[in-house]
């Protein structure tokens, strides 16, 4: 079965930086657009960066310039640089595969972003 396992996570102050990583497994995902979620409490899931199989990306306005998603096809890993963390970016982050039309989804990981 897919899995994605997420981690990185962690306590950050503002201004800092984090690399959480999405390990999936189950199939071959190199063909398949992956992403990075976010939900924080009491707001809906947002996009946060998704990137194609062929490296192609796109990034959720809030977080243009400061993120960057990569994938490494050979681990079936994708990863989210996060550098000039905000108090607004604590959420938890979700993996993403959009595999043969359907979503999976990891468990989540939770960044908090606090002095």
């Known amino acids: 079965q897919v899995q994605l396992v997420e981690s990185g996570g962690g306590l950050v102050q503002p201004g800092g930086s984090l690399r959480v990583s999405c390990a999936a497994s189950?199939?071959?995902?190199?063909?398949?657009?992956m992403g990075w979620y976010r939900q924080a409490p009491g707001k809906q899931r947002e996009l946060v960066a998704t990137?194609?199989?062929?490296?192609?990306?796109n990034y959720g306005d809030s977080v243009k310039g400061r993120f960057t998603i990569s994938r490494d096809n050979a681990k079936d890993t994708v990863y989210l640089q996060m550098n000039s963390l905000k108090p607004e970016d604590t959420a938890v982050y979700y993996c993403?595969?959009?595999?043969?039309?359907?979503?999976?989804w990891g468990q989540g990981t939770q960044v908090t972003v606090s002095s």
């Open positions: 993403n595969v959009r595999l043969d039309l359907l979503d999976y």
């Open positions: 189950g199939s071959d995902f190199s063909i398949f657009p």
């Open positions: 990137i194609t199989s062929g490296g192609r990306t």
